[in-house]
């Protein structure tokens, strides 16, 4: 008998310590947490980006990004991309919802007044919002750095991304339409820090207002295709201090 209540005493033991593991939506809201509290992170990525429209237009880049970033709206990223045939190494600086470049010719700082929706699609930190993530499932649990992780799976809430893009970059209401989007996590599982984070989207626009300089916009309906791939390393580790560059110099 003294078998049998220990075993049964075992088994419960087992069940309590299981169910205290979070569930995937918990850990992403843990994960999104931790991520935040941390207040310093150091980014590295690769993303892509396609445009197809009428007349056969078409355009397509790959781009690398690399910097610091401290949470929740500072970063400093070098951004390098092939466009058109033309190589482009560019320093940028977002700061409280403004954004500077750093012209790789000239060495020249500048500000942009606001940031286009394309800029937004590529933010880094943009993604990192509980509130745009739905329908989060476990797909496995593999090894980053020799740390395990669970690799989560989601739904992105297209909707109110494209909402909060058109307000910070001032977008035209019909200028992106059929939005859809999926992501994927990596949390590892002894801290709840999230290591990596992939977002595709999709979607269809109009004239290209406000993905492109108004010259474009009579090319007619696009598909667009964005695809955002980031490493998060060195969570709470010291940074260089991001502050507004000296503009025009």
């Not at 049964?8 to 087992?14: D, E, G, P, T």
């Not at 690769?46 to 397509?60: C, D, E, I, R, W």
């Not at 600086?93 to 010719?105: F, Q, S, V």
């Not at 309906?221 to 991001?242: C, Q, T």
């Amino acid at each position: 008998m003294l078998v049998f209540r220990t075993a049964a005493v075992l088994v419960a033991l087992l069940l309590v310590a299981c169910s205290s593991e979070p569930t995937a939506s918990q850990l992403t809201t843990k994960g999104i947490a931790n991520l935040t509290s941390a207040k310093t992170v150091h980014l590295d990525g690769t993303g892509s980006l396609a445009l197809k429209g009428q007349n056969a237009f078409s355009l397509a880049f790959e781009f690398k990004l690399s910097g610091d970033a401290e949470l929740p709206n500072k970063a400093r990223m070098n951004v390098q991309m092939n466009l058109l045939g033309m190589a482009f190494d560019v320093d940028t600086i977002m700061l409280d919802g403004r954004e500077y470049t750093k012209d790789g010719a000239t060495g020249i700082w500048s500000e942009g007044t606001e940031a286009s929706p394309v800029q937004s699609l590529m933010d880094p930190l943009g993604h990192i919002d509980a509130s745009l993530i739905r329908d989060v499932v476990e797909v496995d649990r593999p090894e980053i750095d020799g740390r395990k992780t669970r690799h989560l799976r989601y739904r992105a809430d297209t909707t109110k991304m494209i909402e909060e893009m058109r307000r910070s970059a001032g977008a035209t209401a019909q200028a992106v339409s059929d939005p859809q989007g999926t992501g994927e996590l990596w949390i590892r599982i002894d801290d709840s820090q999230i290591v990596r984070q992939l977002v595709k989207l999709t979607m269809d626009v109009d004239g290209l207002a406000g993905l492109l300089p108004a010259s474009a916009s009579n090319i007619g309906r696009a598909s667009l295709e964005m695809s955002l791939d980031m490493r998060f390393s060195n969570h709470g580790g010291a940074v260089p201090r991001i502050t507004a560059p000296p503009v025009g110099r």
